[in-house]
Nanobody, 114 residues
Framework: VQLVESGGGLVQPGGSLRLSCAAS????????MGWFRQAPGKQRELVAR???????NYADAVKGRFTISRDNAKNTVYLQMNSLKPEDTAVYYC?????????WGQGTQVTVSS
């Protein structure tokens, strides 16, 4: 199993970014996928999750601003982040649970600052 994130960067408050996570090594369409984030000095937290059939759930802090989606033909999960705030600054990780084991990408840094 391999998960590779991309799309992070520096953005001003109120701006947008789209993160991508390319998955390989398992039947992507059969599994739920999630985005997590970890800010300095804080625990890793769930941002959004999408089930295999497309149902989604979000952390309260990002509801209405972030959208998780998946393209099973491309084995890719996305996180569209709008109206970004400084408190969204963190390393964002893609994750999937396959065969009872949690797999993680390497993470991509998102910095929201003026």
């Amino acid at each position: 199993v391999q998960l590779v994130e991309s799309g992070g960067g520096l953005v001003q408050p109120g701006g947008s970014l789209r993160l991508s996570c390319a998955a390989s090594g398992f039947t992507f369409s059969s599994y739920a996928m999630g985005w997590f984030r970890q800010a300095p000095g804080k625990q890793r937290e769930l941002v959004a999750r999408i089930l295999s059939f497309g149902a989604t759930n979000y952390a309260d802090a990002v509801k209405g601003r972030f959208t998780i989606s998946r393209d099973n033909a491309k084995n890719t999960v996305y996180l569209q982040m709008n109206s970004l705030k400084p408190e969204d600054t963190a390393v964002y990780y893609c994750s999937g649970r396959v065969g009872g084991h949690d797999y993680w990408g390497q993470g991509t840094q998102v910095t929201v600052s003026s």
